[in-house]
């Protein structure tokens, strides 16, 4: 998991990706930075667009996305995309994956 872990985030919507339900969510607060519900909330057209048009697949057992970042660019991939933290129904982390914008 990213040094930058997400503390608390607000569920924006509920998708069905791979045959199952999956809770969306934006970050408000980090280890690093907070931010408001009304800007999280802003980020959740772009998301939810990027999660459901992603090849990638979810990885087994994902209940819920949390995007800790607004869209950016990285030097390990530098195309825009949303890094989004995969947990599941416990809360207990996965992975993050990068949902690429088209």
């Not at 199952?20 to 667009?49: C, D, I, M, N």
């Not at 949390?66 to 599941?88: I, L, M, Q, T, W």
Request: aromatic share 6%.
């Amino acid at each position: 998991m990213s040094s930058n872990q997400i503390i608390k985030s607000v569920n924006v919507a509920t998708i069905n990706k791979g045959g199952k339900q999956v809770v969306l969510a934006v970050a408000t607060q980090t280890q690093k930075w907070k931010r408001t519900e009304s800007t999280a909330r802003s980020q959740e057209p772009g998301f939810r667009k990027s999660v459901l048009e992603s090849p990638t697949t979810l990885p087994a057992g994902t209940a819920k996305v949390v995007s800790r970042d607004n869209k950016h660019p990285s030097e390990a991939d530098p195309r825009d995309h949303y890094s989004g933290c995969c947990y599941d129904e416990k809360g207990n982390f996965i992975q993050t994956e990068h949902f690429h914008v088209k």
